[in-house]
């Protein structure tokens, strides 16, 4: 194949590196396929490019816009992701392995790309939690918002996974409106430099949004100030020459860290040879040890498990892993390729050595195993090696040292707490996993050991048909671990987007916050509407537009009709004397879902209009007793509008039930879908 020589993409121009590039080999046969550098690079120009021309144009856009310009390039990306495929072969990786790293980053984008449309609103200002009440009289009130940082976001990313790396930080990066610089790992940023030359062929996002360095980063984390961020996947030690580089601390540059990590996996023990949950744990384990042949930040490193299973175990998973074909990873009979490189295989038997006097090899051996369709000894080819730890309180080097490869290590628990315990020595991890049918031990577990670790994941007979995997970082949930694993945290839904934000605790009155947010805030102002607000189309919908309606009696005769209407005869609405005994109730009061009803009956417009359907109701809270001959009126007004497609929106209103005292009875956001023209028939 002809040699590819790599560009980086700076200031919206792909460019050589000016030196002596660097080589990158392909995993399966140590040919030079590739050659990388980034010398002559200018970095200040690129952070420049990026804050003064991508960050401007992509904080022009709203959250929406962003987020549809996501799924855009997600799917430009899906439509190509064949090329991508035939890339990813040379890192070593089988089918089912480029389709973890290629189809997990394009579903990542998609998740956010959704995500952002459903939880973020279409406009500038991201509201973090409720309105806080800093007064007595609502005068004076608090908001939390977030808004985009206005510099660049640095992603540093590691060479096991160039698609997914890149695309699950630049998703949130860009839906927060931060333009990004992304530095792959050089050793497979050949397939990182095909998808970012794709999406700039899309044209998708703006100059400025992203730009590609593939070789050394020279003094770009030097230059970089207040409003920057890097966000870092790789070694534990990479990482911490770079987070203790001088100017990152001193400007206060966000330093997000994933980290490697020695994952732990525990069996219950309640599960038995028979039980499900034993072939479950089996499965689990050989598809961590195989997958992208072990080279994932989340794999099981360490099968913590009772030791009267040890042995079965041991056994089990040895087999199954002897039936594991190894090979061409451009085969379809191949279940496990090649390392990423030469380089790669040689650290992962140098890390093993480091642990080997703590432990015996039940399986491979790496100088005596089969490999189809290449030559194992050219290819970074290596057979999956499981090990026994006998005596784990004793060791403490397969608890510390990472082998980034197919490589996992047995040993035996006492009980439960022996169990966190060992699976804590991990010194802070991604996952830990608890392959349990019994809710106790999950709840045990998780006491015990969830402040170690960045996720836990419980699988069983229930939950094995849909679970995920032990390894798979999901886009909705966060990824990321306390300590060895780098203290840091990526993805989690909208928490993932915020990392690129900054929050501000904004005070003020009712309507400086409603007019900050875009949503409207109790004590703000209430324009009238030009006319019933169910017949204004979503675009004539104003924030605060807001009607009072007349008032009605509730009689007891109601009360009564209601409740055998419905069958609703809780003592409260039926037996004056058992309410009065009651500490909430004066006497018989009215049902709550009667005052609703009724104040549904007061502010609807019956006729057919924009208002298209009542999809919901949130935070209802009934505040005062509602007594037959009490006479209630309702306000409703526009609170927060969020466009769902060309045709509506939804539109979410304020109602607020009072008595003839003007006291608040009840008081809920009702959830409305309304078409934008003002007629719907
Ligand atoms: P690495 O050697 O630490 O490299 C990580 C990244 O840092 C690469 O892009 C590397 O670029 C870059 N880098 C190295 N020195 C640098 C410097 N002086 N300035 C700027 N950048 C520098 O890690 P790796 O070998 O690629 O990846 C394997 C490790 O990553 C494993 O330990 C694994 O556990 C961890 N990992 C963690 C996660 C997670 O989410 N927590 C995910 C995947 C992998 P070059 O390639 O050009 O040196």
């Known amino acids: 194949m002809t040699l590819m020589r790599l560009q980086n993409f700076a200031c919206g121009k792909w460019v050589s590196s000016r030196g002596t590039p660097r080589p990158i080999y392909g995993a399966t046969d140590g040919a030079k396929i590739a050659e990388a550098g980034s010398d002559g690079l200018d970095f200040q120009k690129m952070i420049e490019f990026a804050t003064r021309t991508g960050g401007p144009a992509l904080r022009e856009m709203t959250f929406h816009d962003r987020a549809r310009r996501l799924k855009a390039l997600a799917l430009y990306l899906q439509e190509r992701r064949t090329q991508l495929y035939q890339l990813s072969t040379l890192t070593g990786a089988t089918l089912s392995d480029s389709k973890i790293d290629i189809d997990g980053g394009i579903g990542t984008m998609l998740v956010f790309a959704s995500k952002g449309r459903r939880e973020m609103p279409d406009s500038h200002v991201y509201l973090d939690g409720p309105v806080e009440h800093l007064s007595r009289a609502g005068s004076f009130l608090g908001q ?34 931060v333009p990004a610089i992304v530095k792959p790992a050089t050793a497979t940023s050949y397939l990182t430099e095909a998808c970012m030359r794709l999406m700039d062929e899309s044209g998708i996002f703006p100059a400025g949004a992203f730009q590609l360095i593939v070789g050394g980063t020279g003094n770009l984390l030097d230059l970089l100030g207040p409003q920057d961020i890097v966000s870092f996947t790789g070694s534990a030690q990479t990482s911490l020459m770079l987070r203790t580089n001088p100017n990152i601390p001193k400007n206060g540059v966000r330093f997000l860290a994933e980290q490697d990590s020695l994952n732990a ?18 499965k689990e384990a050989v598809r961590e040890m195989t997958a992208k042949a072990g080279q994932k930040c989340t794999a099981i490193r360490r099968m913590i498990v009772p030791d009267k299973m040890l042995a079965p175990l041991g056994e089990a998973i040895a087999a199954k892993l002897a039936r594991t074909v190894i090979g061409n990873p451009a085969e379809r009979a191949t279940q496990m390729g090649a390392l990423a490189s030469a380089a790669q295989k040689a650290d992962v038997l140098a890390q093993v050595q480091k642990f080997s006097g703590e432990v015996t090899r039940l399986y491979g051996d790496p100088e005596g195993f089969e490999v189809v369709g290449a030559d194992r000894d050219k290819g970074a080819f290596l057979p999956p090696m499981l090990f026994v730890c006998a005596d784990p309180d004793g060791a403490s080097k397969v608890h510390e040292v990472e082998a980034f490869g197919p490589v996992a290590t047995l040993m035996p628990y006492r009980d439960l707490s022996h169990a966190a315990a060992l699976m804590n020595r991990g010194g802070g991890s991604l996952v830990g996993s608890v392959i349990t049918h019994d809710p106790a031990v999950a709840r045990e577990i998780t006491l015990a050991s969830a402040a170690w670790h960045g996720r836990l994941y419980f699988n069983d007979r229930d939950s094995m048909g849909e679970s995920t995997g032990h390894g798979s970082p999901l886009p909705h949930m966060v990824h990321g671990g306390p300590g060895r694993a780098g203290g840091g945290e990526e993805l989690g839904g909208i928490r993932g987007v915020l990392h690129y934000m900054q929050r501000t605790a904004i005070q003020g009155s009712p309507r400086m916050l409603t007019e900050i947010g875009g949503v409207w805030v109790k004590g703000a102002e209430t324009p009238k509407p030009p006319a019933h607000p169910f017949t204004l189309g979503y675009d004539e919908l104003q924030i605060g537009h807001s009607i009072t309606t007349e008032a009605r009696e509730v009689t007891l005769a109601d009360i009564e009709h209601f409740a055998a209407f419905t069958g609703d005869m809780f003592y409260a609405h039926m037996d004056d004397e058992a309410a009065r005994a009651n500490p909430f109730f004066p006497g018989r009061v009215a049902h709550g879902y009667l005052l609703l ?20 109701l949130n935070g209802l809270h009934f505040q005062k007793p509602v007594s037959p001959g009490d006479r209630i009126y309702v306000r409703l007004t526009v609170a927060r509008k969020t466009p769902r497609t060309a045709e509506y929106g939804e ?3 304020a109602v607020t039930v009072f008595n003839q ?7 809920y956001e009702l959830l409305t879908m309304v078409a934008c023209g003002r007629q719907v028939r």
Request: a negative charge; aromatic letters at 10%.
């Open 144 to 177: 939390h918002v977030a808004t985009p940082l206005r510099g660049v976001a640095v992603h540093i990313n590691a060479f096991n996974f160039p698609v997914w790396g890149m695309l699950e930080k630049l998703a949130p990066s860009l839906l927060a409106g």
């Open 597 to 616: 009803s009724f104040a549904a009956g007061l502010f609807v417009e019956p006729n057919p209009g924009p208002v298209l359907a009542n999809t919901g």
């Open 661 to 667: 005292e003007n006291e608040e009875v009840a008081e």
């Open 265 to 282: 996996s525990v069996l219950g023990p309640d599960v038995t040879p028979d039980s499900p949950e034993f072939d479950l744990f089996i």
């Open 651 to 653: 539109v979410r209103w």
